[in-house]
DNA sequence: ACAGTAACCTGTTTGC
DNA sequence: TGCAAACAGGTTACTG
């Protein structure tokens, strides 16, 4: 579920709790999510100092000293600071403990990932050839334009690859097409270079504005603190299929694009 | 290199 | 009410 904005919402919400902490123990009580959860991940953060809790993506990088964990939420995943006598529950997979906390990662669909790496995490396999972050400067009408030509695939699957930009998942990518008046299945290779302009401006403010909202809660997101996001609010196509418009109030159709459902208005997005 | 599809899971909603 | 199918915020691996 968690898509950039929702990463990005649980890595502040966990910083302050974890940043500087010693770990005193990793418990894992599940032997693998997507990947065989590492062995010995108590051994390696043991007395440990988390010394930043940054992002690449959807993925999340604690970094100490002798190695980065490396954390991705899947499609369910959720990570909590909780007290040190909370009781983990069914899908609670693995606990990172602390003095006065636990960061707890939920994730009852199991597509999520922890992994352990001790080199620079941004060449690991999975995360050395991921594109740009859509609120760097670096992610450009240019760059798309340039990236998408002779492209046969779909634009909104474009958008979705994160080995072109990162963290535009399937909420906001369907979002900022309705936003720029792009038509989701239009091929990536023929759209312009000014019409890329306003979907990299749709997509910049959308992230923001999702992140400012504390990202977007459609059923179990949480944050750090067990709160929802609010971007919800602000969706104006997502999850509203045969629902009018809020521009022409012609009902909103949907499709299915790479196993994703897409919601768009026919009469504005072209 | 690219495009299309299946696969990994569980929980909830929808439809007969 | 019950049950099966469909659906859900992601991404890799495999095939052609």
């Not at 910083?15 to 418990?27: A, C, K, R, W, Y």
């Not at 604690?62 to 190695?67: A, D, K, M, R």
């Amino acid at each position: 579920m968690p898509e950039l904005p929702e990463v990005e919402t649980t890595r502040r919400g966990i910083e302050p709790h974890i940043n500087g902490q010693t770990v005193l123990s990793v418990v894992a009580r599940t032997k693998k999510l997507r990947w065989p959860i590492p062995s010995q991940l108590n051994k390696k953060l043991c007395n440990q100092i988390i010394t930043s809790v940054n992002r690449r993506g959807k993925y999340l990088l604690l970094n100490s000293e002798p190695g980065t964990l490396i954390i991705h939420l899947g499609m369910s995943g959720s990570l909590r600071v909780t007290t040190p006598t909370a009781i983990a529950e069914k899908h609670d997979h693995v606990d990172i403990v602390f003095k006065k906390n636990i960061l707890r990662l939920r994730d009852p669909r199991r597509f999520g990932a922890v992994l352990w790496t001790s080199k620079d995490p941004l060449s690991h396999k999975l995360l050395a050839s991921l594109g740009p972050e859509p609120l760097e400067e670096e992610f450009t009408a240019q760059y798309l334009y340039q990236a998408s030509r002779n492209r046969r695939i779909s634009i909104k699957e474009f958008i979705m690859n994160s080995h072109i930009v990162v963290g535009v998942g399937n909420i906001y990518a369907t979002e900022a097409l309705f936003t720029s008046k792009i038509h989701p299945l239009r091929a990536a290779g023929k759209i312009s270079l000014p019409r890329y302009e306003l979907l990299v401006t749709a997509i910049k403010e959308i992230l923001a504005g999702a992140i400012q909202r504390g990202g977007t809660t459609l059923r179990d997101f949480t944050r750090e603190d067990g709160k929802p996001g609010y971007f919800q609010q602000a969706l104006q196509v997502y999850g509203r299929t045969k629902q009018p418009c809020v521009v022409c109030a012609h009902p909103l159709r949907s499709t299915k694009q790479g196993q994703r459902t897409t919601t768009y208005c026919t009469q504005c997005q072209r």
